[in-house]
C-alpha cells in the first residue's frame, strides 16, 4: 500500500528548466563537454562583504532562530533601500524576510486568492506563477508578449481581455524572465491604469531590477496609487549573486505583510538567520560587487546577442536587463529541417553540447503562436565558453 496523495498534487508544476539540466548533466557524465544556457544560476562569486559578514555572524552565535518577519536592521535596510530606489515611503513594517524570492510568489497568492479566483499572469513566464495559481485552486489566465521594434511588448489586448473574463489579480514581472523584456514607461502607466481602473491586486516580480545595463529602472508600485495594491517580490539572488544563499522579501502594505509572515510561521518559522547578515552588509556596503556583477553580465550579453545574429534563420533582441536572451529560432529549425522546438533543443544538446531551455518551459503555448523561441541564460558560463559553444552551434545550423 502507498500513501495515498491529495488531489491538488495533481495541479502542482515544476521548474522545468531543472529537468533540461538534468539531461545536460546525465550527458557530462557520459563524457560529452556542455555549454550551459540552460539554467539561470550563476558562477558569479558572491561579494566578499556579504560572506565576511555572515561568517562573522556565525562567529558571534547568530545560529538560531531569527525574528519570523527577519531581523530588524535587515527589514529597516531593506525599506530604505527599496525606498529609495523605488520611490516609494517604506518602513520595516512593509518588509517580510523570505528564504528566498520564491516563496513570495506563493504566498501572495495564498493571502491574495480564493480559490476560483481568475489571476492574469505572464506566458511565456516564470513556471511557477501557473503552478502555485493552480495548486492553490485558482484559475489561471495567460497573457504574452509581441515582437517590439527593440524588444519584446505586453500583449495590453490580453491583458485587457483577461480583465474582462473576470482576472483580479495580476502578476507582472518587468525585466521578465524569459524574454528579457522591459516595459518603457508608457507601457508600464497603461498597465497601471487598468489595474487602479479594474481594481486589481498586483504581485511585481522584481528580481532583475538591479540587472539592468542601460537606464534607470522603474516598479510599478511607484506610481500613482499602485502602492496600495502592489507586494513587491525582492531578491537578493540576483544583486548579490547569492542564488545559493536563498534569501529576499515580500515587499508591501504592511497589513498585507503581516499575513505574510503570519505564513513564514507556518512554514519555515524563520529564514536563514547568520545569511541575514551578510545580506546587510551587501546594502550597507559600496556597489563595488554588484558593479562587477553587472560588468561580468554586460560582456556575455553582447558576446551571445551578437553570436547569435550572426547566425542565418536567428533573430535576436538584446535586452536592456536580466541576464536571459529569447532569440526567435524559426528559420534556424526550418533551415535544419526541424519542426518541434523540443526536438530541436534535444538535436542540439546531442550533436553540440550547447545546452538550453525552450519557451515550452515557460507555460503551455498560447493559441495562435506560431514562432518559435528558445531561452539562453549567460548567468553561468564564462566569454571564452560562450565563444566556444556558439562557434559549434552556428556550425551544426
Keep these: 500500500m502507498t500513501i495515498p496523495t491529495a488531489e491538488r498534487m495533481s495541479r502542482i508544476g515544476t521548474e522545468t528548466a531543472f529537468a533540461v ?38 562567529k558571534k552565535g547568530k545560529t538560531g532562530y531569527a525574528p519570523t518577519a527577519g531581523i530588524p536592521e ?56 501557473e503552478s502555485q495559481i493552480e495548486f492553490h485552486g485558482g484559475v489561471g489566465i495567460p497573457y504574452g508578449y509581441k515582437e517590439g521594434k527593440d524588444g519584446f511588448m505586453l500583449d495590453m489586448e490580453a491583458i485587457r481581455n483577461g480583465i474582462r473574463a473576470g482576472g483580479k ?56 496609487d499602485m502602492a496600495e495594491r502592489t507586494v513587491i517580490l525582492y531578491t537578493f539572488s540576483k544583486k548579490f549573486a547569492m542564488t545559493g544563499w536563498r534569501l529576499g522579501a515580500a515587499i508591501g502594505p504592511a497589513r498585507f505583510i503581516d499575513h505574510i509572515s503570519k505564513i513564514n510561521v507556518n512554514d519555515e518559522s524563520c529564514a536563514n538567520h547568520f545569511v541575514q547578515y551578510g545580506a546587510l552588509a551587501g546594502l550597507q556596503g559600496d556597489n563595488e560587487g554588484p558593479n562587477f556583477i553587472i560588468a561580468t553580465l554586460r560582456e556575455r550579453r553582447d558576446v551571445l546577442v551578437d553570436l547569435l545574429n550572426a547566425i542565418p534563420g536567428i533573430k535576436c533582441f538584446k535586452p536592456k536587463a536580466t541576464f536571459y536572451v529569447f532569440p526567435n529560432v524559426t528559420g534556424a529549425m526550418r533551415r535544419k ?61
Excluded: W
Design 74 to 129: 535587515l527589514r529597516e535596510a531593506l525599506a530604505k533601500d527599496v525606498g529609495v530606489t523605488r520611490g516609494l515611503n517604506l518602513t520595516s513594517d512593509n518588509v517580510s524576510i523570505q528564504p528566498g524570492g520564491k516563496p513570495t510568489i506563493g504566498k501572495f497568492i495564498m493571502v491574495a486568492m480564493n480559490p476560483g479566483d481568475k489571476v492574469l499572469y505572464p506566458n511565456p513566464g516564470y513556471p511557477i506563477y
Design 169 to 224: 489579480i495580476l502578476i507582472y514581472n518587468n525585466y521578465q524572465n524569459p524574454t528579457g523584456a522591459s516595459s518603457p514607461k508608457g507601457e508600464m502607466e497603461e498597465l497601471a491604469r487598468l489595474v487602479v481602473k479594474n481594481d486589481l491586486s498586483v504581485l511585481s516580480d522584481e528580481a532583475y531590477f538591479d540587472i539592468r545595463y542601460s537606464g534607470e529602472p522603474m516598479s510599478i508600485a511607484s506610481l500613482p
Design 337 to 397: 529541417g526541424v519542426g518541434d522546438v523540443e526536438e530541436f533543443r534535444k538535436l542540439c544538446l546531442h550533436e553540440t553540447g550547447v545546452s538550453f531551455c525552450t519557451r515550452r518551459h515557460f507555460g503551455r503555448p498560447l493559441p495562435g503562436e506560431t514562432e518559435e523561441y528558445v531561452r539562453f541564460a549567460y548567468s553561468g558560463i564564462d566569454v571564452p565558453l560562450i565563444k566556444e559553444g556558439l562557434a559549434k552551434f552556428a556550425e551544426f545550423l
Design 21 to 58: 539540466s538534468l539531461e545536460a548533466s546525465q550527458l557530462a557524465r557520459q563524457g560529452k563537454k556542455i555549454y550551459p544556457f540552460h539554467l539561470g544560476d550563476m558562477n558569479i562569486i558572491t561579494p566578499p562583504n556579504v560572506m565576511a559578514a555572515a561568517i562573522e555572524a556565525m
